[in-house]
């Protein structure tokens, strides 16, 4: 493999670590981002072209959301690079103060498998738009990420599905770690974009391994953990994650991407991950779908029909101070706006979350914040799904 690289971070370390649980690996502080600190443990909402669905940007600032994503391979395609350059950046065109991140376009290797072929060279897809060919290189991957001006960029990785297997997993791990160092020598603003990388190698040990010491030798400011959360057993998946913590450097941030679950979010922060997105909130939001720290409630049902509650008594969201179930469950049998008022629900819920999870690292009580959120979701102890209790019990945290 090449020797390590730099990818040029800024003067201090992207991430101030203020506490940390004294029993299981979670921990809380800050990103030191271009566009002002983030407080971590955080869930970034998916804005794939510009904007959360169903959301303003205003409206998800004012629900404390410091960082969102954008998607380079839809931006890339639509509006298109210069056009977003022309407006002064991404930050301009969508007027959002705040940090963004932006995704490779990897992950349409898998969402886009049918109109998608991968070689050394790269990705080609044929653009669901006009049906033309489109390259997307490592080096054209960062090109629009540069000309786009997030605060946090990601190397274009070779992404399989969670649930393949064989020789191909191992092939598009290699070649992950090959597109990083094209990626590190490609990326022109390293002062002020910060270039994480992917770690890859589906679902087997080794090859998780090997990636990981192959990419903790290149000197990025900060780690994903890809190639999860795609329909593979909860059991495998929890293992993955927790080897990757185990190696990734202390001092810098580890991103575990396409995590939106609840359960999920707590548990992989109890591993050690500081970093999740997923576009989960919003897409069951817009089929009536509101969270709930019990689960969730599908408001299409009719038993809210005469319902006159908040969606969650103790939430402090627009939607929950403003309309009731009932008002609710009327507007989704015919309008939209009903979508709009369960996204920001839903977004809110995941913040408040992530926030609760940060004050309890920070008072040093974690654990029992997750047995209280656990007996919340679950009820009794024997509801909670196996494989939570054998994720928590290998960091130290148990149920009784």
């Keep these: 493999m090449a020797a390590p690289m730099a990818a040029g971070p800024g003067p201090g370390p992207l991430l101030r670590v203020a ?188 090859l998780r391994t090997q990636c990981l010491e192959e990419m903790t030798r290149r000197d990025v400011p900060g780690f994903a953990i890809g190639g999860l959360s795609g329909g593979e057993e909860k059991d495998r998946f929890w293992r993955m994650v927790k080897l990757s913590t185990d190696r990734l450097p202390r001092d810098k941030p580890r991103y575990l991407m396409g995590v939106g679950y609840a359960t ?16 989960f909130p919003t897409r069951t939001a817009r089929f009536g779908s509101a969270l709930v720290p019990w689960g969730s409630l599908q408001l299409k049902n009719k038993q809210f029909a005469k319902d006159f509650r908040p969606i969650d008594e103790n939430c402090g969201c627009p939607t929950c101070q403003r309309h009731s179930r009932a008002y609710l469950h009327a507007l989704l049998r015919s309008e939209t706006a009903a979508l709009h008022h369960l996204t920001i629900h839903n977004i809110a819920y995941q913040l408040n979350l992530m926030g609760s999870i940060r004050e309890s690292i920070l008072a040093q009580r974690f654990p029992e914040f997750v047995r209280e959120f656990l007996s919340t979701m679950y009820g009794a102890r024997e509801r909670v799904p196996a494989w939570v209790v054998e994720a928590l019990g290998a960091v130290g945290i148990t149920l009784d």
């Design 19 to 206: 506490a940390e649980c004294g029993r299981s690996r979670a921990r809380a502080g800050e990103l030191r981002l271009p566009h002002g600190p983030v407080p971590c443990p955080v869930f970034m909402p998916v804005g794939t072209r510009g904007t959360a669905k169903g959301v303003t940007a205003a409206q998800l600032a004012a629900l404390g959301c410091r960082i969102c994503l954008g998607n380079t391979y839809h931006l890339g395609t639509r509006p298109g690079p210069e056009l977003v350059r022309r407006a002064g950046g991404l930050h301009s065109f969508m007027d959002w103060p705040h940090n963004l991140l932006t995704d490779s376009g990897g992950f349409q290797m898998v969402s886009l498998v049918e109109l998608s072929e991968v070689t050394e060279e790269g990705v080609r897809f044929r653009s669901p738009y006009g049906g033309e060919e489109i390259l997307l290189s490592p080096e054209k991957s960062i090109e629009i990420q540069n000309a786009l001006g997030a605060d946090i960029l990601m190397q274009l990785d070779d992404v399989v599905s969670s649930t393949t297997t064989g020789p191909r997993v191992e092939e598009a791990m290699h070649r992950s770690v090959r597109w990083l160092d094209r990626c590190i020598a490609a990326h022109r603003r390293p002062e002020r974009q910060n270039l994480f990388a992917i770690t890859q190698g589906g679902l087997d040990p080794a």
């Design 264 to 279: 999920d979010l707590v548990v992989c922060v109890a591993l050690g991950c500081d970093m999740f997105d997923c576009v």
